[in-house]
């Protein structure tokens, strides 16, 4: 028997690119820090003139998807990670929202075959969202863990 995992270990050839969505940016930026502080610490080269790394905003959770789609089929990345925060309100929207952003992320990484992160916060209150952003621990630290891991487990299995 074969068992297959992945390790935070073997960074060196990955190439990782990180979608987030601007809306709710007091919390998503708190998660894009955390995420890239994870991927420095693994061995990532997160600076500005990275060729491990890049990052996309657009406006949304709604957006997510399609430019994660993109980014995934362009060949160029191990994995996808999509960060966003999404707040219940007064109306539906939370409810569109969070479900299409789910579905569409999830579809991605189906058709792709790339790994794809969901990395969106889905929360009734800013409080609750600020907590998992970094007031209590930053699940943006998570996101680039596993992150991480799929990629190796990714690149295993493809030499099996």
Known sequence: MTTFEGRFTDTADL????????????VTSKLLSGCLDCLSRHGIDTAETSSQL????VPGSFELPIVAQNLAQSGR???V???GAVIRGDTPHFDVVVA???KGIATVARESGVPVIFG???TDTMQQALERAGIKSNLG?????????MGSLMAALAQS
């Open 54 to 57: 890049d990052v996309a905003w």
């Open 15 to 26: 190439r990782i690119a990180v979608v987030v969505a601007r809306f709710n940016d007091l």
């Open 120 to 122: 969106v916060l889905t």
């Open 77 to 79: 990345y191990q994995v």
């Open 100 to 102: 299409e952003a789910s």
């Open 141 to 149: 630290w998570s996101y680039g863990l596993q992150a991480l891991e």
């Open 81 to 83: 990670i999509t960060l």
